[in-house]
């Protein structure tokens, strides 16, 4: 069993900066792959960012690349989501989810979530 805690999120301007954590329970933290996931009210939840159990291999969807930045430290049970130059079309519900093993960018394919934190960009 893992739990996810979310951190980080809030009221931010258009150019701004955040970044999010992810605290998780447990000590298998290291056996799961790890992703980033929003959803923007009356859309669908989709895939931002992902990143290998180890670190070594990260993901990020075309429509953040170059401005959001997924990390982890496994010593502190810990992943991280830095975003940068903020648009207002980034705000949503952030969540993050753990799935064994392999990074994938269907949520269905993912075994825990968090509860999620809300990003707010505004102009």
């Known amino acids: 069993q893992v739990q996810l805690v979310e951190s980080g999120g809030g009221l931010v301007q258009a150019g701004g900066s955040l970044r999010l954590s992810c605290a998780a329970s447990?000590?298998?933290?290291?056996?799961?792959?790890m992703g980033w996931f929003r959803q923007a009210p009356g859309q669908e939840r989709e895939f931002v960012a992902g990143?290998?159990?180890?670190?070594?291999?990260?993901y990020v969807a075309d429509s953040v690349k170059g401005r959001f930045t997924i990390s982890r430290d496994n010593a502190k049970n810990t992943v991280y989501l830095q975003m940068i130059s903020l648009k207002i079309e980034d705000t949503a519900v952030y969540y993050c989810?753990?799935?064994?093993?392999?990074?994938?960018?269907?949520?269905?394919?993912?075994?825990?979530w968090g509860q999620g934190t809300q990003v707010t960009v505004s102009s």
């Open positions: 989810a753990a799935i064994l093993f392999r990074i994938s960018t269907m949520q269905d394919a993912y075994d825990y």
């Open positions: 447990g000590r298998t933290f290291s056996s799961y792959a």
């Open positions: 990143i290998s159990r180890n670190g070594g291999s990260t």
